[in-house]
């Protein structure tokens, strides 16, 4: 897939991403922002952003650690049981915001709304673990500027913090999609529960679904990657994005 690599200037600084798009033609294409893991941008969600492309849409994949320049890539297999790496990876989630997500995503769709491959100015967003948090969260503090998004195995998503993305629930004016892990600690069958309840009267249009696979069970390079589910999560994205972001 053809691939640009930029900088998006944000109100915090300079963000690397990439901007995947469809093999042949020149677009324009609806957009979806993808959020990385915990893990954050590399080798596999390059991939994943190419393969959500192939599908027909203009893909931006950022980095969501840009705030630390030169930070060192974790590895996804060791990361949760090296204790000085989990303690790494835990410090870097904590340093992104819910504030810090907004700004980024204000930022990510005027860069968008510029390119000549998008069409539109209502763009899809999906994400993964902490990706899956950060897709809801922007859902609700940009509300107009979202048709569609989408959460995967995402963590946080109702909590009693302030800035929990369900409390933003009368400002989503997207489409919703949520995929949970059974037995999952970061989204419990009561979260899922609240948060269903929490969408339903805000009239928001949604799906929450809980899938038989572990947390992380979409990313290949995550220890719980799980191949059917992973493939149920390509179809349920294919299926959903090509509803509320027609291409």
Same mark, same amino acid.
Request: aromatic content about 10%; proline content about 6%; glycine content about 10%.
């Given at each position: 897939?053809?691939?640009?690599?930029?900088?998006? =200037?944000?109100?915090?600084?300079?963000?690397?991403?990439?901007?995947?798009?469809?093999?042949?033609?020149?677009?324009?294409?609806?957009?979806?922002? +993808?959020?990385?893991?915990?893990?954050?941008? =590399?080798?596999?969600?390059?991939?994943?952003?190419?393969?959500?492309?192939?599908?027909?849409?203009?893909?931006?994949?950022?980095?969501?650690?840009?705030?630390?320049?030169?930070?060192?890539?974790?590895? +996804?297999? @060791?990361?949760?049981?090296?204790?000085?790496?989990?303690?790494?990876?835990?410090? +870097?989630? =904590?340093?992104?915001?819910?504030?810090?997500?907004?700004?980024?995503?204000?930022?990510?769709?005027?860069?968008?709304?510029?390119?000549?491959?998008?069409?539109?100015?209502?763009?899809?967003?999906?994400?993964?673990?902490?990706?899956?948090?950060? @897709? &809801?969260?922007?859902?609700? =503090? &940009?509300?107009?500027?979202?048709?569609?998004?989408?959460?995967?195995?995402?963590?946080?998503?109702?909590?009693?913090?302030?800035? @929990?993305?369900?409390?933003?629930?009368?400002?989503?004016?997207?489409?919703?999609?949520?995929?949970?892990?059974? !037995?999952?600690?970061?989204?419990?069958?009561?979260?899922?529960?609240?948060?269903?309840?929490?969408? @339903?009267?805000?009239?928001?249009?949604?799906?929450?679904?809980?899938?038989?696979?572990?947390?992380?069970?979409?990313?290949?390079?995550?220890?719980?990657?799980?191949?059917?589910?992973?493939?149920?999560?390509?179809?349920?994205?294919?299926?959903?994005?090509?509803?509320?972001?027609? !291409?």
């Amino acid at each position: 897939m053809p691939t640009i690599t930029d900088t998006v =200037r944000t109100a915090d600084g300079a963000c690397p991403v990439s901007l995947t798009t469809p093999d042949g033609g020149a677009g324009p294409w609806p957009a979806v922002v +993808m959020y990385p893991d915990a893990g954050g941008v =590399r080798d596999t969600f390059t991939a994943m952003a190419a393969r959500l492309a192939a599908d027909g849409y203009a893909v931006l994949l950022p980095d969501v650690y840009y705030r630390h320049p030169g930070w060192e890539p974790f590895d +996804m297999a @060791s990361v949760f049981s090296d204790p000085k790496e989990r303690a790494r990876i835990f410090a +870097m989630i =904590r340093g992104v915001t819910a504030e810090m997500t907004a700004r980024d995503a204000a930022a990510f769709f005027d860069y968008l709304a510029a390119r000549p491959e998008v069409r539109g100015d209502r763009f899809g967003t999906t994400g993964y673990c902490m990706g899956g948090r950060m @897709s &809801l969260v922007v859902a609700g =503090r &940009l509300g107009q500027r979202v048709a569609a998004a989408a959460s995967f195995h995402g963590g946080g998503l109702v909590t009693d913090a302030a800035d @929990s993305p369900h409390h933003a629930a009368d400002a989503i004016r997207a489409a919703v999609y949520v995929a949970g892990a059974t !037995g999952d600690t970061a989204f419990t069958a009561a979260q899922a529960r609240t948060l269903d309840e929490t969408l @339903s009267a805000a009239g928001v249009r949604h799906t929450i679904e809980i899938y038989p696979a572990a947390h992380g069970f979409a990313v290949p390079d995550n220890a719980p990657f799980d191949a059917d589910a992973a493939e149920r999560h390509w179809a349920a994205t294919r299926e959903f994005f090509a509803a509320e972001l027609p !291409g």
